[in-house]
């Protein structure tokens, strides 16, 4: 069975994701403070808080998309896997808030194969890089330390934060994905590869 990097899908998906974002300045804990985890994720280990989400909160992995009004979809898709954002006003919760309350600094991305929700990105910039670490611990528990952040990793789903501090202003990612998906897109590459190796 094909194996996909981590790293190498959030590093697809980030590289478009900060255009032209600037520090705000507004507080990084302003941001999550009026959601509460669910119940299972409050109730079971950390080793198990991702799968028992398995998406994030107010969205499980396998939902149909008309199940997210107002989505935008992104152009271009890769391997049959189209990626979507809010328009203002319409995400909701802890990620919701942010994108509103800071829009120049966090961003967030939900991906779908088949119609069905595979895959959620968010990317802080500045003081939101370390609230959306924060958030992250908060759903799914201390993780295990990876070099540039964490990972949680359950049998049904994943998720990783990576930090890029390269810049003057430090940028962190939050990638969940289902795992069943993440197969699926290391496939779809491997097959690519060979077929491109083959002409």
Partial sequence: ?????????????????????????????????????PAEATTTTW?????????????????????????????????G????????????????????????????RYTFSGGKFVSFLASGRGEMSQALQQQAEYLYGPGTPTNDGSRW??????AWTASDTQNSSPVNTLMVWSKAFARQQAQARAAQLRKQSTQ
């Fill in 81 to 108: 896997a189209q990626s979507y954002y809010y328009v203002q006003q319409g995400e909701t919760g802890w990620f919701g808030k942010c994108t509103k309350e800071h829009s120049n600094d966090f961003y967030t």
């Fill in 153 to 158: 990793a359950g049998s049904r789903t994943e």
């Fill in 1 to 37: 069975m094909a194996t996909v990097s981590p790293q190498l899908i959030v590093f697809i998906f980030i590289g478009v994701l900060l255009g032209s974002c600037t520090d705000s300045g507004s507080p990084a804990q302003k941001a999550g403070r009026d959601q509460s985890a």
């Fill in 47 to 79: 080793a198990t808080r991702v799968d028992s989400l398995n998406g994030i909160p107010g969205h499980h992995f396998g939902e149909p998309l008309s199940s997210f009004p107002g989505l935008v979809p992104i152009s271009g898709k890769e391997f």
